[in-house]
């Protein structure tokens, strides 16, 4: 049972648009939302995160929406660019769970046409 | 340089063979975990250990082994046991930071079976 659903799969943008990946989630013991970003060949590394208390969280051309109530969080990359291309992962955590696990998305795999 | 790393980058096995691969990280994270990768899987997780002489299974443990003898070291055995083991493998620790989880990835090994 996937615990955060992430869509889509894969996504194709041009230079410039703006990438917008979704996931959301059930389970309300989540309360830490972090986004990984994986180059073919590499392991994932963190991209941004984001905690419920705040709705949206900005660093440079990323950004993460969060809406509480409807159990979602999505990325959006804004001025993409075709060093973006790559591989994103949702995650989230569970309240009082320091050293525990992160549950995955499936991934995006997003091109980024020049 | 502190990380991760994993070896071999590459790995062939035989049909019947176990094979073992490394994991070795220099972040003094006391959590650390094993996933495999498939494309439109995302990323599944094997085991992890939240402290040394102690693991736990993941979602998908069946056909694998692991030890965790040292805090710096978890190697995964991948058994004859599982039968579709070619895959990519990663991995990670895990580091808490008051209100913040970050998982550190290791570069990966992608195991074929030939």
């Known amino acids: 049972q996937q615990q955060v659903k992430q869509s889509p799969q894969s996504l194709i943008v041009q230079k410039g648009g703006i990438s917008i990946i979704n996931c959301a989630y059930e389970?309300?013991?989540?309360?830490?939302f972090p986004w990984y970003q994986q180059f073919p060949g590499k392991g994932p590394a963190l991209l941004i995160a984001?905690?419920?208390?705040?709705s949206e969280k900005k660093e440079g051309r990323f950004t993460i929406s969060f809406n509480k109530s409807a159990k979602q969080f999505s990325l959006h990359i804004m001025d993409s660019q075709p060093g973006d291309s790559a591989t994103y992962f949702c995650?989230?955590?569970?309240?009082?769970?320091?050293?525990?696990?992160?549950?995955f998305g499936r991934g995006t795999q997003l091109t980024v046409w020049p | 340089d502190g990380g991760i790393t994993q070896s071999p980058k590459y790995l062939f096995r035989k049909e019947g063979q176990n094979v073992t691969l490394s994991c070795e990280q220099n972040?003094?994270?006391?959590?650390m975990y094993w996933y495999r990768q498939d494309p439109g899987q995302g990323l599944r997780l094997i085991y992890y250990?939240?402290?040394?002489?102690?693991?736990q299974k993941g979602d998908i443990a069946e056909g694998y082994s692991v030890s965790r003898e040292k805090k710096e070291s978890f190697p995964l055995t991948v058994t004859s046991a599982q039968k579709n083991p070619t895959a990519f493998y990663l991995c990670?620790?895990?580091?808490?930071?008051?209100?913040?989880?970050?998982?550190?990835f290791g570069q990966g090994t992608r195991l074929t079976v030939v």
């Open positions: 250990s939240q402290i040394v002489n102690d693991f």
């Open positions: 389970n309300t013991a989540f309360d830490y």
């Open positions: 984001i905690r419920p208390d705040v």
């Open positions: 990670a620790t895990l580091n808490y930071r008051g209100l913040l989880t970050e998982a550190f």
């Open positions: 995650a989230a955590r569970r309240r009082g769970s320091t050293l525990g696990r992160l549950y």
């Open positions: 972040l003094n994270h006391d959590a």
